[in-house]
Structure formats: C-alpha cells, structure tokens
C-alpha cells in the first residue's frame, strides 16, 4: 500500500498543481489531504474547483469548519478572501468534508485526534515554537491507544512542519507539511511557524514488511504569480513565506 499525503494548500493552486504533476509521476494507490484547502489571499475557486475534480479523499482542517460555519462579517482576513471566490456547490462540498478519515491502518486528522486546533508534534511557549517532547505527543495521540498498533500510520497536518513520530505503541504519526504555505503567523498564541523554504510540500507512506517507509518531498515551482496575489491583496507576510519560506 503506498498512500500519497498532502495538506494545507491554502488556496495555492500553482503550488497544487506542481505537487499533482509530480505525483504523477509516482505509483501511489490512494492520495488524502489532511484539510485546510481554501484560505488565503490567493486563489480558492481555482484550487476547489482542481480538488473537487481530483479522486484525492480530503478531510476537513480548522478552515475549511469556519469558511462553513462563520458568517461573512466575523471571518478573518484569509478566510473571508477565499469565502468571496466560491461558489454554492464550493460550500456545499466543504460542507461534506469529514473531520477525519479511517482506512484500515490509516487515520487521517488536522490537527489532533481531539482538535483540528490543536499543534500534534510541536508546542508553542513563550511565544516561540518548539517541537513537542514525548509525553506531549503521546498525550495526544488517539483514545484509547490499545486501538493502535504498530502498523498503524496516524496523518496531522496544521503545522505546516515535516516530520514523522513514532508512538510507543509502534504507530507513525506523520505531517507532510503544506502544499501552498511554507510560513505563517497565529495569533493563539501569537507565535510564527516557518519552514525556511519556499517549496510546496507532500509525502509519501509505503507499507513494507517491517513498517511504514515514509518520504518528504520538496516541489520546487515559479512562485512569482502567488507572490504577487498576496502582496496585492496587502499581504506582505504571506508573500514573504510563499517567496522564501521565512517570514522572519
């Protein structure tokens, strides 16, 4: 079984398409997105309109729930310019998105099992991030833990950070990373998350005899015209992650 996983592309339909480009050239029996598809300051309607026409299994993240759920005029900056691109059948079809998915060995979520706000691998203090000790991944890690073993592959996303751990169960948890944002600002806590680089990013899971054999890829792809979207929308911070991966 090889599971292609993508998350978080924010609406970054150049960054998408590079990334569907380069997993066609790769044999994979099924491809999942862990959620937050749509928001930002670039382009919604065109990235729903590839998503819904795909045969990627998607689940919903923490924006997606609020482009469905808050009223217009109590929607933040990025939420609100990718809610005024979509059309009914876009809502519609955000609407029908699980909050997580489970197909044999793999289980797909946001955030956490608990949370699709919530950080899985990494911890934020003092406003800076770190990545998270062990008991704090285990203590988020789904209830109750005997459901998982060791051939169990647990997908987050959310952070937009890489990475892969392993459970003391023996389960994988795995972030690909994001497909469009490679740095952003919150605000719960104000804290800054940033990659470093600005390539769109994915992974792929293969189940091999003694365990999931997992790969990051790193898709390089011309972001001028992302750039420019979010710097006319009067967002330097997300032109400054999609351009270098930094924001500071």
């Given at each position: 079984?090889?599971?292609?996983?993508?998350?978080?592309?924010?609406?970054?339909?150049?960054?998408?398409?590079?990334?569907l480009?380069d997993?066609?050239?790769?044999?994979?029996?099924?491809?999942?997105?862990?959620?937050?598809?749509?928001?930002?300051?670039?382009?919604?309607?065109?990235?729903?309109?590839?998503?819904?026409?795909?045969?990627?299994?998607?689940?919903?993240?923490?924006?997606?729930?609020?482009?469905?759920?808050?009223?217009?005029?109590?929607?933040?900056?990025?939420?609100?310019?990718?809610?005024?691109?979509?059309?009914?059948?876009?809502?519609?079809?955000?609407?029908?998105?699980?909050?997580?998915?489970?197909?044999?060995?793999?289980?797909?979520?946001?955030?956490?099992?608990?949370?699709?706000?919530?950080?899985?691998?990494?911890?934020?203090?003092?406003g800076?991030?770190?990545?998270?000790?062990?008991?704090?991944?285990?203590?988020?890690?789904?209830?109750?833990?005997a459901?998982?073993?060791?051939?169990?592959?647990?997908?987050?996303?959310?952070?937009?950070?890489?990475?892969?751990?392993?459970l003391?169960?023996?389960?994988?948890?795995?972030?690909?990373?994001?497909?469009?944002?490679?740095?952003?600002?919150?605000?719960?806590?104000?804290?800054?998350?940033?990659?470093?680089?600005?390539?769109?990013?994915?992974a792929?899971?293969?189940?091999?005899?003694?365990?999931?054999?997992?790969?990051?890829?790193?898709?390089?792809?011309?972001?001028?015209?992302?750039?420019?979207?979010?710097?006319?929308?009067?967002?330097?911070?997300?032109?400054?992650?999609?351009?270098?991966?930094?924001?500071?």
């Amino acid at each position: 079984m090889r599971i292609a996983i993508l998350s978080d592309i924010h609406g970054n339909a150049d960054a998408f398409a590079a990334v569907l480009d380069d997993l066609a050239g790769r044999s994979v029996d099924a491809a999942v997105c862990l959620g937050d598809h749509l928001s930002g300051p670039l382009e919604a309607r065109r990235t729903a309109d590839m998503l819904m026409a795909s045969p990627i299994a998607c689940i919903a993240g923490n924006h997606d729930r609020a482009l469905v759920t808050t009223p217009r005029s109590e929607m933040g900056l990025s939420d609100g310019h990718a809610y005024d691109q979509l059309s009914g059948a876009h809502i519609a079809w955000l609407k029908g998105l699980p909050a997580s998915l489970s197909v044999g060995p793999v289980i797909a979520w946001h955030g956490t099992p608990a949370s699709d706000v919530e950080y899985w691998l990494e911890t934020v203090e003092g406003g800076r991030m770190r990545l998270a000790d062990r008991d704090a991944v285990e203590a988020r890690a789904p209830a109750p833990a005997a459901a998982i073993g060791p051939s169990s592959l647990l997908l987050c996303g959310h952070t937009h950070m890489p990475r892969i751990v392993r459970l003391k169960s023996g389960a994988v948890v795995v972030n690909p990373g994001s497909v469009g944002l490679q740095g952003y600002t919150d605000d719960a806590p104000v804290h800054i998350m940033q990659v470093g680089a600005p390539e769109a990013r994915y992974a792929v899971a293969e189940k091999r005899y003694a365990g999931w054999a997992v790969v990051h890829y790193a898709v390089p792809y011309d972001t001028a015209n992302v750039v420019r979207l979010a710097r006319e929308a009067g967002r330097p911070e997300w032109a400054a992650a999609l351009e270098s991966g930094w924001i500071a």
